[in-house]
């Protein structure tokens, strides 16, 4: 199956100058595996950009005060409506995304939203938009990812990989989750989810 995010014609991309990316990425980006990237806060893949991850990058997530009201420390990688992320990584080569542990741990990790059918009343967040009348929307491709986080505290996200509108042309393969509890043992969870 050929996946239309995997080989749309991409004229462009740009390796961000500093190993540091905040706020936003609004053009045909890649992430290299010559050296560690460092998410700062919550970053946005938009504007239909695709954010292109080589086999065996590394990404450390580094969570930021976001929310006054409660001043928890989350992060993470959100990839909008009509963006894509290309993530192949192999099985000698993953790729390996780790938040790094805060004081007040809120959710952190990858969020994929897309232009796929949702129930209707779903709502993890109120100021993301998701969902659509796309069943066979793609928001690209991520194999062999590695996802280390720790849990936030509470109901509803706690943290990791959360798809809300993929469609069915997203690809999902070989993906582990890896909770890390603060004061216990860790889950590991693992997967091919299609």
Known sequence: MINPAATQD????????????????ASHTLLTANHPWYIDGWVYVANEATLRMEAGTVVNILPTAV????????GGLIITRGAHIVAEGTTTLPIRITVEKAADQGPSGLLILGRAPVKKGYTPFHDLTFGG????DSSGVIRHLHLHYSPAAGKGF???????GAGSKTVTEA????M????????LKAGKLR
Not at 133 to 136: G, H, I, L, R, Y
């Open 10 to 25: 991409v004229k462009m991309e740009i390796i961000p100058v500093s190993d540091t990316i905040r706020q936003v990425i």
């Open 67 to 74: 929310g006054k009201q409660d001043g928890r420390h989350s």
């Open 133 to 136: 009348n796309q069943p066979e």
């Open 158 to 164: 706690r943290g990791g990989l959360l798809l809300l």
């Open 175 to 178: 993906i582990v989750t890896h």
């Open 180 to 187: 890390v509890s603060i004061a216990g043992p860790s889950d």
